[in-house]
């Protein structure tokens, strides 16, 4: 029998229990979860907390009795009498094994998810010493990877596997040779849990922060009391609105976002914060913020943006309800269309999107002897947090340090400040470190969504199918807060057209505040939503004129010397039509295919000026520092720059290291638009040619401590709808694609081929992940993802509830890469963070209009058969 005794003070238990084969002994809470247990009792770290008590991420996997269990969702009593056995405990040949067919794949990339696949692939292994490709997705269905698509995880499974039988293993490649399949950075550590992430961080005399969010999404704040939560044993402080010293309102373009809303005011959303509480545990924190009392005065949510844009609607913001106006005018619109042989017009819908990164949102913030506040944050833009914490403090920026720590996935969501503040501003009031880590529901309550837009089109071609004109109208739900909403919907009005010549265009797009969910930045940035409706837009014209899917692409693709939508014209870098000639005969010869191109920005562009800064720094031992300024968030960064710097300074992989941190000058603003690659790798090359110089021959060592500072600068972007402009430039550079979706005689995905114009390769293995995580993700915005909001009130409130398509319904994706060089980027090369999933739904609607004859207008497409066998628990369920 479990071995549990009750202690004499009636509110612990005794545990006693064999912990990777070392018997552990230890009195709990009865409530304790297992992986409460794990992680905080026994400090093992290699567990993570994705969703807790949820149980469906599978990031706290682990072995009881041999069994594969998740930690999250299990209380931490039912441990006793048995064996646990955790990535630690692991034989030392096991786990070089598993962090060698990890790495080789190229199977982590964020890495967050990738200690619980290997506990969850070890069960497996136990009991099916050969399984098939089939056989590993079924067995990994209750862990969920947002980076790699899974192509990538059953292939290391299966090498691991094919190992313990006795077959060789493909070696790693260390060369750092740009184009070569080099390791991926940090890629053991990640495999086997080792590397930390923020809530993997302590501190000595570390406090553990929790917040009290809204209760409603507009609502008028008449009284709130903390006394009750001051109270509660192991409770160090509180704070509000009213002990912020500093700036209350931050933002990344438009300073509107409260960090906390004061008594008097009106909640904008249910992830408006309150209050944080700074407790001595993190159960005790959580506990005494459910004691913040609140009373309001409830008022009727604006959750519609049409709604909004009425005249006597409630307004949200001082300025009122519309964030932003984008115009893209050129030529005669209404003229064009009247003379076109073929006019279609059509309303397209898109949804909330969650992005459902696997790391919750999480900081530490630890007050310095000397004054200073250090901060740990895992956000994609380390200087844009050191401004904003600063400004919430009312102290000068130098007095703050932020420092990035590997994040467990973003897509765009921790562009914005998320609880790096808060955590600061406890620590500055505790006088000790402070860390809080949202939970999964916390999570999806707070940060920003995917944009729904609704986009009415009317489209015109000739005879001959060649565009003549396009007309859109979108109007973009913001939520509560601008984020950078308006830069989406410049975005989405800017890539209107698509990867196609128009010589017409009028396209308005309006982002609108609301009391929904904040919506942001989220991979794509606009580009997909009208993608869907431009690509839809071009099928239903091609079936009037009478030729397929493909030439009416052909006809009317961009090159070099045409204009692209918003009016710029067109450089070398332009390998659209080698895109569509690399997928012509597949998609040519299915009977159910479907297919899209796709255009997506590098840069942020817009007239914004743009920087890549880089320092090497030669050290004693050899080696060479890199410090750069992005966020490593599993898309390569780190490894791809690296990389560069290898190549150009001779060095293989293992002779460099990076690090990111406010201590060097390097502000570039946020990881994001696709750029990351191309800036900081011109950077780099600026910052290696100076130190081969200073080199002339001599070892790396010999100028140890020495720091080289490159830095690469783009400042001839125009402002969309510079009528003033005689040759606009909306972007530095441009990724291109082409995507074909294919269905079996079922209706079922079969397989995705995706061409994608990438100037130069850098690293095939990475790249791959890119594109196969890309459609992954774009399958889920076709198909089953949705974040459903319902009166201001967020209905799906799980990972399991959000639609994400597990490792069973994913299909092969065949990569086919182009490389039609950009000038702009290191050795041509272009960034493809975005562009790989742009296309994916639209390609996936033109195939299942092949197969069923039904023009769909709204995603997510869940009436088909497609979706429910990608998702079979959709089965039964349509809309």
């Not at 450089?571 to 597949?586: F, I, N, S």
Request: hydrophobic share 40%; charged share 20%.
């Amino acid at each position: 029998m479990p071995h549990i005794e009750q202690q004499p003070t009636g509110g612990v238990v005794h545990v006693a229990f064999t912990l990777n084969g070392t018997p552990v002994g230890l009195d709990i809470r009865p409530d304790m979860p297992m992986l409460e247990l794990l992680r905080e009792g026994c400090g093992i770290t290699s567990v993570k907390d994705g969703c807790a008590p949820e149980g469906s991420c599978g990031a706290c996997t682990v072995l009881m009795d041999g069994k594969a269990v998740v930690a999250c969702s299990q209380l931490a009593t039912r441990v006793a009498g048995r064996n646990v056995l955790t990535q630690e405990g692991l034989p030392a040949a096991d786990r070089e094994l598993w962090a060698h067919a990890f790495v080789a794949s190229g199977a982590s990339q964020c890495g967050f998810c990738s200690p619980g696949i290997v506990m969850k692939a070890e069960a497996l292994l136990g009991r099916n010493p050969d399984p098939s490709r089939g056989e590993i997705a079924h067995a990994l269905a209750g862990n969920l990877c947002r980076c790699t698509g899974y192509v990538k995880i059953i292939d290391a499974v299966g090498l691991a596997a094919s190992a313990r039988r006795g077959e060789p293993v493909p070696p790693i490649d260390t060369s750092g040779r740009v184009g070569s399949r080099t390791r991926r950075l940090r890629g053991r550590e990640l495999a086997l849990g080792d590397k930390p992430y923020v809530n993997d961080l302590t501190a000595p005399g570390m406090l553990h922060g929790a917040v009290r969010f809204s209760d409603h999404p507009r609502a008028r704040v008449v009284r709130l009391d903390v006394s009750k939560a001051l109270a509660y044993p192991a409770v160090v402080g509180v704070v509000t609105a009213r002990d912020v010293p500093g700036e209350r309102t931050q933002g990344l373009i438009t300073r509107d976002w409260r960090q906390f809303v004061a008594e008097g005011e009106t909640t904008s959303y249910v992830g408006d914060v309150l209050a944080v509480v700074a407790a001595e545990t993190r159960y005790a924190a959580r506990e005494a913020a459910k004691l913040v009392e609140v009373e309001y005065e409830v008022l009727p949510p604006v959750t519609d943006p049409f709604d909004a844009l009425e005249a006597g609607a409630p307004a949200l913001h001082p300025n009122g309800n519309v964030l932003s106006v984008s115009n893209v005018k050129r030529g005669d619109v209404d003229h064009a269309l009247a003379s076109a042989a073929h006019v279609a017009t059509e309303t397209f819908r898109t949804q909330f999107i969650e992005h459902a990164f696997l790391e919750p949102e999480s900081s530490l913030a630890v007050p310095q002897e000397d004054g200073t506040l250090y901060v740990y944050s895992q956000g994609q833009g380390i200087w844009d947090d050191r401004r904003q914490i600063a400004s919430i403090l009312g102290e000068p920026e130098d007095r703050i340090r932020v420092m990035m720590v590997a994040c467990g996935g973003a897509f765009g969501a921790k562009e914005d400040l998320n609880v790096q503040g808060h955590a600061s501003l406890l620590a500055r009031t505790t006088g000790r470190p402070v860390r809080i880590t949202l939970s999964r529901e916390e999570s999806l309550r707070f940060h920003v969504k995917r944009h729904p837009i609704v986009m009415e089109y009317t489209v015109g071609c000739d005879e001959g199918g060649h565009l003549v004109a396009v007309r859109a109208r979108m109007v973009g739900d913001t939520g509560a807060y601008a984020s950078v909403g308006d830069k989406v919907l410049e975005r989405a009005a800017g890539h209107a057209c698509g990867a196609y010549k128009v010589p017409n265009v009028d396209v308005e797009a309006r982002a609108v505040y609301t009391n929904n969910p904040p919506c942001g930045a989220m991979r794509g940035f606009g580009a997909n939503q009208s993608n869907f409706a431009i690509e839809g837009m071009l099928d239903r014209l091609a079936e009037r004129v009478g030729i397929d899917g493909w030439e009416i692409r052909w006809r009317n693709a961009l090159d070099v010397g045409d204009r692209f939508g918003a009016g710029q014209k067109l450089g070398p870098g332009v390998g659209l039509k080698k895109t569509l000639l690399a997928v012509r005969d597949a998609y040519r010869s299915a009977r159910y295919a479907g297919i899209a191109c796709a255009v997506k920005n590098a840069g942020v562009g817009n007239g914004l000026t743009e920087y890549g800064r880089a320092i090497l720094r030669p050290e004693a031992d050899g080696t060479v520092t890199l410090y750069h300024s992005w966020t490593e968030m599993g898309q390569g960064c780190d490894t791809a720059l690296a990389q560069i710097a290898c190549e150009e300074l001779g060095l293989p992989a293992d002779q460099v290291r990076v690090r990111v941190d406010t201590e060097h000058e390097l502000d570039t603003g946020q990881t994001t638009a696709s750029r990351s690659t191309m800036l900081g790798g011109r950077a780099i090359i600026d910052a290696a040619a100076k130190l081969r110089q200073e080199l002339n021959g001599a070892p790396i060592a010999s100028l140890a401590g020495h720091e080289f500072y490159g830095e690469f600068k783009v400042d001839w972007t125009t402002s969309l709808g510079d009528t003033s402009v005689a040759e606009p430039v909306m972007h530095f550079a441009y990724a291109w694609a082409t995507q074909v979706a294919l269905l079996d005689d079922q209706g079922r995905l079969a397989k995705v081929i995706a061409a994608h114009d990438v100037g130069k390769v850098i690293n095939p293995t990475l790249l791959e992940g890119q594109i196969e995580g890309g459609v992954h993700m774009g399958l889920g915005h076709a198909l089953t993802e949705e974040f459903v909001v319902e009166g201001g009130y967020p209905r799906t409130t799980t990972l399991k509830s959000l639609g994400i398509i597990p490792p069973s319904g994913m299909p092969p994706v065949e990569c086919i890469f182009i490389e039609e060089p950009s000038p702009e980027g290191p050795y041509g090369a272009k960034g493809v963070g975005e562009v790989c999933l742009v296309p994916t739904a639209s390609a996936v609607a033109g195939a299942l209009y092949a197969f069923d004859g039904v023009r769909r207008t709204r995603l997510p497409m869940r009436d088909s058969a497609a979706a429910r066998a990608a998702l079979p628990r959709l089965a039964g369920r349509a809309g």
